[in-house]
């Protein structure tokens, strides 16, 4: 298999009281397994067996559309899981802090960018935490499409990335997306967002 199925650094109801056990285990081993195992399926015996997901996404706009979507959404919950730590989220600091600072004005005023963006994607999709050469920025993309795509709106390195669909966060918030987004706030691992801002 080209792509694997990264190991989740927590048991599945690690995240609560913000993120239910049942939501991370369906999340990660059905909705997660299935992207990988699609694009495992997608990509062999063709040109882009061997190819890392830098050089699908840099052409992704000339392949199947489930290249795109399967593709989009292995690399994005390979994100979303390494930015959430069990215990509660601490605070950015550093370069990192300076950074948001800069971009936003303060780390308040970023969450509230970052909310907005989440709560105002229309459907599915993400909303995200990039580095716009060397500028951070808020930006969101619908379905399963992220930042390093040829069809984003907003191109750059995504170092926090927030999932909307509807399957991270039904079970226990039902329709109630802005409660699940401040949850997913009060759990974010900012030292791993601080390595994929470095990195």
């Not at 080209?2 to 650094?9: A, E, G, M, S, V």
């Not at 997660?32 to 997901?53: C, I, P, R």
């Amino acid at each position: 298999m080209t792509f694997q199925l990264p190991k989740l650094d927590y048991a599945f109801d690690a995240l609560e009281p913000y993120i239910d056990a049942r939501t991370v285990e369906i999340h990660y081993s059905k909705h997660h397994q299935g992207y990988t195992n699609n694009l495992n399926g997608l990509v062999q015996g063709t040109e882009l067996e061997g190819k890392g997901l830098d050089q699908i996404f840099s052409n992704v706009s000339s392949l199947p559309v489930g290249v795109r979507n399967n593709g989009g959404g292995y690399f994005n919950h390979n994100l979303y899981w390494k930015v959430l730590t069990p215990g509660g989220a601490s605070a950015p600091q550093g370069e990192l802090l300076e950074a948001i600072n800069h971009a936003f004005g303060s780390f308040d005023a970023f969450v509230d960018q970052f909310a907005k963006a989440a709560a105002t994607r229309f459907g599915s999709g993400w909303a995200w935490l990039i580095d716009k050469d060397g500028e951070l920025a808020v930006t969101s993309t619908p379905n399963q499409d992220n930042p390093l795509m040829d069809v984003a709106e907003v191109k750059g390195k995504p170092i926090l990335g927030i999932d909307v669909w509807e399957h991270a966060y039904y079970l226990k918030y039902q329709n109630r997306r802005p409660d699940y987004i401040q949850a997913f706030v009060k759990a974010i691992n900012w030292d791993a967002v601080d390595e994929y801002y470095k990195g």
